[in-house]
């Protein structure tokens, strides 16, 4: 490790720098939504809009991402949100679930993610991404474009792998 990154030759193997070499870190990338009922297709449809959405806000491809951490909310038990990365094809990403720690009077109905990314944009570009009444657990990252809801559902669609 160097300056808190490492160095990586474009074939993949550890560099300690020099011709051909690249700076790639591990950002967190952060992720939230929420589901109207707690049912398996409620959680698998939201976790994958969120992660639709992070994909293609910052360009990440599986082959980059380290792991992944879900939690939900303790109302949310009908599926594990993580299924959601792998019906989009992230088959050997390290993915784990988890209960988000209760606290009086916060968000219900809450899927929320943090990614694990091998990246060499700067912490300053990554796009979190924070939908439906996330967005009142960090105001700060929820100015999105517009989202084309039938057009990002078309996507997923498109990027499911069969089971």
């Not at 599926?79 to 390290?94: H, S």
């Not at 796009?127 to 057009?151: F, M, N």
Request: proline share 6%.
């Amino acid at each position: 490790m160097t300056d808190k990154s490492s160095r990586i030759r474009k074939n993949g193997i550890a560099d300690k720098g020099g011709a051909g070499t690249m700076t790639l870190s591990c950002r967190g990338v952060r992720g939230a939504t929420t589901v109207e009922k707690n049912t398996r297709e409620a959680i698998l449809g939201a976790t994958r809009q969120m992660l639709a959405l992070m994909i293609r806000r910052n360009g990440i491809q599986p082959a980059d991402i380290a792991s992944a951490i879900f939690t939900v909310t303790r109302d949310l038990d009908a599926e594990f949100p993580a299924l959601a990365a792998r019906q989009l094809g992230w088959l050997e990403v390290p993915l784990l679930c988890g209960y988000e720690i209760e606290v009086k009077d916060s968000l219900p109905m809450c899927v929320r993610v943090l990614l694990h990314w091998n990246t060499n944009k700067p912490q300053a570009e990554i796009q979190h991404v924070y939908i439906h009444e996330a967005t009142r657990l960090r105001p700060d990252l929820s100015e999105l474009p517009p989202v084309d809801w039938e057009e990002l559902e078309s996507w997923i669609h498109d990027h499911l792998t069969p089971t």
